[in-house]
């Protein structure tokens, strides 16, 4: 079976930076990825990683670790706009499993 | 490049009644998906098409849905007899042959939602 984990909710402060852990446990694995999922609407791709370390993309970088089941997505100098739910995913085969997303809250 | 198309974006319906969603993908996409996400969960996997050819389906599709894709381009996603535990949005998904160029990442749509009173 697969299992994600991710954090429910976070708050930041506008400018700062954050990091959003993900767990999972899968008996196949081709890739994570990470998408974005603003209220009411579709997710979007943000990322994929399906090699051990980190890829940048902007102020959006993902980190993996297969050995560890472990990945991140570090978010910089975060913007209102950021207030969203952040969705980790794992792809084995052709299907992609998603977890419950984490709920991201930015403060001025 | 249209993006994922899906339509009715609203529904609501009586209990018991019928209700179908149709979705076109990226026209050079041959792999489609069906997910279902409720309030605070990410997107379930429902179904899987290549082409035309359904290869999985989820325990989560009971009896009361069905899907089909019979030329390979367009998705309907049809429910009966719809219980008010079927509402939820509706995400279609496709995504291109090259996994090794894409990773095999799946492109949504804005989504149907399905409200059962």
């Known amino acids: 079976g697969q299992n994600i984990d991710q954090p429910t909710e976070m708050t930041a402060t506008e400018g700062a930076i954050v990091q959003i852990n993900c767990t999972y446990q899968?008996?196949?694995?081709?890739?994570l990825f990470w998408y974005q999922q603003h209220a009411g609407e579709a997710p979007t791709f943000l990322s994929y990683?399906?090699?051990?370390g980190l890829e940048e993309k902007g102020r959006f970088s993902s980190f993996l670790s297969r050995s560890k089941g472990y990945s991140y997505l570090l978010l910089k100098e975060l913007q209102m706009k950021d207030s969203a739910s952040y969705l980790c995913a794992i792809t084995g085969g052709f299907k992609t499993i998603f977890g419950a997303g984490t709920r991201l809250f930015v403060k001025a | 490049d249209t993006g994922v198309s899906q339509n009715p974006r609203h529904k609501i319906t009586k209990r018991g009644q019928n209700v179908t969603f149709r979705c076109d993908p990226i026209s050079e996409h041959n792999r489609l998906y069906w997910y279902r996400q409720t309030l605070g969960q990410g997107p379930e996997f429902l179904t899987y098409?290549?082409?035309?050819?359904?290869?999985?389906k989820s325990r989560l599709l009971s009896d009361r849905f069905s899907a089909e894709r019979p030329k390979g381009s367009f998705s309907t996603l049809e429910i009966q007899r719809t219980e008010q535990g079927d509402s939820a949005m509706y995400l279609c998904?496709?995504?291109?042959?090259?996994?090794?160029?894409?990773?095999?990442?799946?492109?949504f749509g804005e989504g149907s939602w399905l409200t059962v009173v």
């Open positions: 998904a496709s995504s291109p042959e090259d996994r090794a160029k894409f990773g095999n990442t799946i492109y």
């Open positions: 899968t008996s196949g694995f081709n890739g």
């Open positions: 098409f290549q082409n035309e050819a359904q290869l999985e």
């Open positions: 990683n399906v090699l051990d």
